[in-house]
């Protein structure tokens, strides 16, 4: 097997050129870089990372920790950050959360102790221990897909292991997610505008953040549409699919039932529609349906689901490079990046078909919602 020394013997070059070349801790010049790649190929070298690790404290590592990654929601932001994490010269070690408190607590620990360089961590609704853990431990970390209060993030809140959101000054998280309000409004007031009047919500778990800034959306989508909310016409689905049918079959219970609904995730669609065929009930004829989260056979159902896509691979490919960024810029101020969603116009809410049969994007105005850091 090809040494280090054997490169640099090769390349014409000192070990400690062939080191930077690898480790990028110095600038080399082009032609020497390239003459030390060259000697790379050609001698099939392969660098010892856990020899390397040892001297750079850096074993160029990232933990992932996010629930049902056989969601396909997870499964594209998976598909995102591997790429990304790749690109970069990373390994990802992976691990499901459940969306369990305790136990991505738990997690979180097992990924730290396996030295990797920083997490991407998806949060349960009720992060304080992992919050605390990782600020104990000052992890760089980044939280995606959901939004973590600043008051739990600075450990104010009950619970948790104490500390500071910055450590003594040193920031050590930041977030990345979708917009989540704006673009449910608009499916509320898309659907106002073809002509219901009473519009029902399956919606997410209590307590994350996509829960309640879709819940928020809702109600602002009823308010610019001139419409009175009802509290019972939002029942929560708990983010899975038995919950969405469970939750789809309350409000068809009620005396005077929703005209069309919105789903806020693709699990809680799923569990929607085998509501209504359980039911009876044609979508659009009977009930008109709109659902946050397109996925790949969302264009096959009949009728085509109209909804709110997300950029899942960018989300995910988007917390790769804001994690290697705070890797490279431990002080940089923590920041929240809130990427834009789309709506697409297909035919379950009652809309004709378009020419062709694609479904059309319409982008919402941003969230109203307050950010914390800086936005980009």
Not at 186 to 196: D, E, I, S
Request: hydrophobic share 40%.
């Amino acid at each position: 097997m090809a040494t280090m020394a054997d490169v640099a013997r090769s390349a014409g070059v000192s070990v400690a050129t062939v080191s930077h070349v690898l480790n990028g801790t110095r600038p080399v010049l082009p032609h020497t870089r390239q003459a030390v790649l060259d000697a790379i190929d050609t001698l099939g070298y392969t660098p010892n990372t856990l020899a390397r690790s040892l001297v750079t404290s850096r074993t160029r590592s990232i933990g992932l920790a996010v629930s049902a990654i056989s969601n396909p929601y997870f499964t594209e932001i998976l598909q995102g950050v591997e790429a990304a994490a790749l690109e970069a010269g990373y390994s990802l070690l992976i691990a499901d959360p459940h969306d369990d408190p305790g136990h991505e607590r738990k997690v979180a620990q097992l990924l730290h102790e396996r030295r990797v360089d920083g997490m991407i961590v998806a949060p349960s609704a009720h992060p304080h221990d992992l919050v605390g853990y990782l600020r104990r431990h000052r992890v760089p970390t980044v939280f995606l897909d959901r939004v973590i209060e600043a008051h739990v993030l600075d450990g104010t809140s009950p619970g948790g292991e104490g500390g500071t959101a910055t450590d003594g000054g040193m920031p050590w998280c930041d977030q990345v997610c979708t917009e989540s309000a704006a673009p449910t409004a608009l499916l509320v007031t898309h659907l106002a505008a073809v002509g219901h009047r009473r519009i029902g919500m399956v919606a997410g778990l209590p307590g994350l953040s996509t829960t309640e800034e879709r819940v928020c959306g809702y109600l602002d989508g009823l308010s610019s549409a001139g419409l009175a909310h009802d509290e019972r016409l939002v029942v929560s689905g708990n983010s899975e699919s038995a919950g969405a049918e469970q939750a789809t079959a309350t409000l068809l219970a009620l005396p005077d039932p929703p005209t069309a609904l919105v789903t806020a995730n693709n699990a809680m669609t799923i569990g929607t529609l085998r509501a209504l065929h359980r039911q009876g009930l044609s979508v659009p004829d009977d009930i008109a349906l709109g659902c946050f989260d397109d996925f790949a056979w969302a264009d096959l159902f009949s009728p085509r689901l109209t909804a709110i896509a997300q950029p899942s691979r960018e989300l995910g490919a988007r917390a790769v490079r804001v994690l290697l960024d705070r890797l490279r810029e431990p002080r940089r101020p923590a920041r929240t990046v809130r990427l834009p969603c789309a709506l697409v116009h297909r035919t379950s809410c009652g809309c004709p078909e378009q020419p062709g049969g694609a479904g059309r994007p319409e982008r919402p105005e941003p969230s109203t919602l307050s950010e914390k850091g800086t936005v980009s």
